[in-house]
């Protein structure tokens, strides 16, 4: 899972990057459009996979990753260049809003006001989308001069999707809010438009905006949140400063300000629920290992994230879910107690389930 983090300038973007890949990329002037963007890779934390380690010993653990890309944030131009290179190979935008007060942090629009900014923010990835619509458009109009009749079948049904599209898109309406059919989603997928992507919005506050956190997130959460747009609060700067500490004496500290989960447990929560995905478990060669597949994967699907030649030479799948072998204690038992299933190619993998796979090439 590749997330895009996304803001205007000094909105803390990059704290926020620091906070989630406990990183010491430079804040504050990290914003020019020449700069490559900081990229993080971060371990799933996941108790089930702490568990599965304690109960089979294994000699290696290997959790889940997140790749977390802070993109450099010009005021204007966002879907442009660079920026477009690296956004449109994300799975989700996690656009950090600015909400906090700070005299020596200038706003570039002389005041914090955090609905403006996301509705620019909105304006910029729509008039990427918009740009590309547009110069197919004129690729298709030219095509149709030489065009078969069964070509022209298509680039006339191909006209018509990306017209409806526009239309929305200039209603302030973003393609993942469009109500478009599974095909006619399957047939943009490779224009990889920004507004079509997931959108987590992340209302940045500062440590005295702390007691506040609820009330904001309900009332942003009332006016943004829906099904392929989820938001949280919370404060970069604290964030930053507690993943630089030990695990123990975070735990302390958050406990002492009522801060509730690490921002990064949220973020990786809140992301799972808005792609739709799910964590399973291996425990071949002496290794237990998570996987992320998106929920309805097959079984022999689900192979295919392991190694190609699984999928390819898929017999069955021995599986068991988590809870039951956590109940088990071990394999052995959970084999003695009938726990352990065999399920074919079509079984449908369940989040949690602990799976061998049998294959033959």
């Given at each position: 899972m590749?997330?895009?983090i996304?803001g ?8 926020v990057?620091n906070?989630?890949a406990?990183g010491?990329?430079q ?8 700069l490559?963007?900081?990229i993080g890779?971060?371990?799933v934390?996941d ?5 599965l ?5 294994p ?8 790749t977390?890309i ?6 204007k ?7 477009l ?10 656009h ?18 955090a609905?403006?900014d996301?509705a ?6 729509a008039?990427?989308d918009?740009?590309i619509?547009?110069?197919r458009?004129?690729?298709l109009?030219d ?6 009749q069964?070509?022209?079948e298509l680039?006339?049904r191909?006209q ?11 209603s ?5 809010e469009?109500d ?10 490779n224009f990889q438009?920004?507004t079509?992507?997931?959108m987590?919005?992340?209302l940045n506050?500062?440590e005295?905006?702390i007691?506040?956190a ?7 959460g ?7 747009c ?11 400063e507690?993943?630089?500490?030990s695990d123990a004496e975070?735990q ?7 801060l509730g989960?690490s921002g ?10 808005l ?14 290992k ?7 994967t097959?079984?022999q699907?689900?192979?295919g994230?392991?190694?190609s030649d ?8 021995e ?9 088990c ?12 299933r065999?399920e ?7 989040d949690?389930d ?5 294959f033959?090439?």
């Amino acid at each position: 899972m590749e997330i895009g983090i996304i803001g205007l300038p000094k909105s803390g973007k990059t704290t926020v990057f620091n906070a989630l890949a406990r990183g010491e990329a430079q804040t504050g002037a990290y914003s020019s459009a020449t700069l490559d963007p900081n990229i993080g890779v971060v371990k799933v934390p996941d108790p089930r996979l702490d568990k599965l380690t304690e109960l089979l010993k294994p000699k290696r653990t290997v959790p889940a990753e997140v790749t977390y890309i802070d993109i450099a944030a010009p005021a204007k131009g966002f879907g442009k260049g660079v920026h477009l290179a690296y956004l449109s190979k994300v799975d989700a935008l996690a656009h950090v809003v600015r909400a906090f007060e700070d005299e020596r942090i200038p706003h570039a629009e002389g005041s914090v006001d955090a609905e403006r900014d996301i509705a620019a923010m909105n304006l910029e990835l729509a008039f990427s989308d918009l740009g590309i619509i547009e110069r197919r458009l004129e690729r298709l109009k030219d095509s149709l001069k030489g065009a078969k009749q069964q070509e022209r079948e298509l680039i006339f049904r191909e006209q018509a999707l990306l017209t409806k599209i526009k239309s929305a898109l200039e209603s302030d309406i973003p393609i993942r809010e469009q109500d478009l059919s599974e095909q006619e989603s399957k047939e943009i997928e490779n224009f990889q438009f920004l507004t079509a992507k997931p959108m987590l919005l992340l209302l940045n506050i500062s440590e005295g905006q702390i007691p506040e956190a609820s009330s904001l997130e309900a009332k942003f959460g009332d006016r943004y949140r829906r099904p392929n747009c989820e938001m949280a609060v919370l404060s970069g700067q604290i964030e930053m400063e507690l993943a630089q500490l030990s695990d123990a004496e975070a735990q302390e500290f958050r406990a002492g300000m009522d801060l509730g989960e690490s921002g990064l447990d949220r973020m990786i929560r809140l992301s799972y629920g808005l792609l739709g995905l799910i964590s399973f478990f291996t425990t071949a060669s002496d290794e237990v290992k998570a996987w992320t597949i998106r929920r309805s994967t097959t079984a022999q699907q689900a192979a295919g994230k392991v190694h190609s030649d699984m999928e390819r030479g898929f017999i069955r799948a021995e599986v068991i879910g988590f809870d039951d072998l956590d109940k088990c204690g071990i394999l052995a038992e959970a084999r003695k107690q009938g726990l352990i299933r065999l399920e074919g190619k079509n079984y449908i993998v369940q989040d949690g389930d602990v799976m061998t796979i049998l294959f033959n090439v």
